[in-house]
């Protein structure tokens, strides 16, 4: 296996033009791209119709499109990647609670529904829109939440893609989880 150096060094060269890095570098990632996935897709309702490969599948296109990012390290990747990948869920969540209330749905007989549990979904939506004010608010530390909680970063691994001390990602990550649970809890 390829050292994260390695991995960096595959993704200035993409980064740089080079596709046959792209070739290279997408199996080198895809095992991590899908533990991120997998992160995700348990915290959703088990019932969800969106799988763990349709989300790395739909985030590796998005990702393919990042032409303009300057790659800095393995680290910065899997932080964009996390970040598509919760704009990809979340996209999801708020237009399935639009179809739940009506948004060109057919009529159907309540003896044909099927009840599904959308508390995750509503949980996952009540976290975005918390993240949200506390990204207008403090943006280092909401993203210090998107990579360590999202992209199951390290705190060094935060500490370097954000380019601040591992002790100030550590204290961010304290406060910003404490301000997001109140923030949840009273918007409950």
Do not use: C
């Not at 599948?57 to 990747?77: C, M």
């Amino acid at each position: 296996m390829l050292s994260p150096r390695n991995i960096t060094e595959l993704l200035i060269a993409w980064g740089d033009g080079d596709q046959s890095a792209l070739e290279r570098l997408m199996p080198l990632v895809e095992k991590e791209l899908h533990r991120i996935a997998g992160r995700y897709m348990r915290r959703e309702n088990p019932a969800h119709t969106l799988q763990t490969t349709a989300l790395v599948n739909e985030a590796y296109i998005q990702l393919v499109d990042q032409r303009e990012t300057r790659w800095q390290s393995r680290a910065h990747f899997f932080g964009i990647a996390a970040g598509i990948m919760r704009r990809i869920l979340m996209n999801y969540a708020r237009d399935r609670r639009r179809d739940k209330r009506g948004g060109g749905a057919e009529r159907v007989s309540l003896s044909e529904v099927a009840i599904m549990s959308e508390e995750k979904s509503e949980e996952l939506i009540a976290l975005d829109e918390a993240l949200r004010k506390l990204e207008s608010m403090d943006e280092r530390k909401s993203r210090v939440v998107e990579l360590r909680y999202f992209g199951g970063l390290s705190v060094e691994e935060t500490a370097a893609l954000l380019k601040v001390s591992p002790v100030t990602v550590a204290r961010d990550w304290k406060l910003a989880r404490a301000w997001l649970r109140r923030a949840i809890e009273q918007g409950a």
